[in-house]
C-alpha cells in the first residue's frame, strides 16, 4: 500500500489547492535530492543555533516548492504563512519517504488555538 503525504493548500496560503503525493519513485528521489543538498549545507554549519535556523527557513520553502510544483505566484504565497506549519509538512515528507524522524523546530508544541481563553 503507498504511504502518502496530504498537504493542505490552506495552511500554505493556497486554500484553494491540496495535494497528496505518494511514494512513488518520482517523489522520492526529487525529495532525496532536496533532502541531500539540505543535509549538505547543514553540515556546513559550524554549530551556530542561528545560522542553523537561518538555513532551515530558507531551505524548507525551497524544498516544498519543488515538491509540489509551485508556480512563482504560489512561492510567494507561503512567506507570508506559518513556518511552523511549512517545516511541519517536510517533517511528514522526510518521515513518510525516508522514514527518517525529524527534530521539531519547538519544544513547546501546542494543537489548540492559542486565540481561545485558556481553561481553567
Known amino acids: 500500500m503507498a504511504k ?3 498537504v493542505n493548500g490552506a495552511l500554505l496560503g493556497l486554500p484553494d489547492k491540496n495535494w497528496t503525493l505518494i511514494d512513488s519513485n518520482t ?4 525529495f532525496i535530492k532536496n533532502f541531500m543538498g539540505w543535509n549538505e549545507k547543514i ?3 559550524d554549530d551556530s543555533p542561528i545560522e542553523m535556523m537561518q538555513l532551515i527557513v530558507d531551505e524548507v520553502p525551497n524544498i516544498l516548492e519543488d515538491m509540489l510544483d509551485l508556480t512563482k505566484t504560489e512561492r510567494k504565497k507561503i512567506d507570508d504563512t506559518s513556518f511552523s506549519d511549512q517545516y511541519d ?3 511528514e515528507m522526510a518521515r ?4 527518517i524522524e525529524m527534530a521539531s523546530i ?3 508544541e501546542v494543537d489548540e488555538d492559542p486565540k481561545e481563553p485558556a481553561a481553567e
Open 4 to 6: 502518502v503525504v496530504k
Open 27 to 30: 517523489n522520492t528521489k526529487k
Open 43 to 45: 553540515l556546513d554549519i
Open 89 to 91: 509538512i517536510f517533517r
Open 96 to 99: 513518510v519517504f525516508l522514514g
Open 106 to 108: 519547538s519544544d513547546n
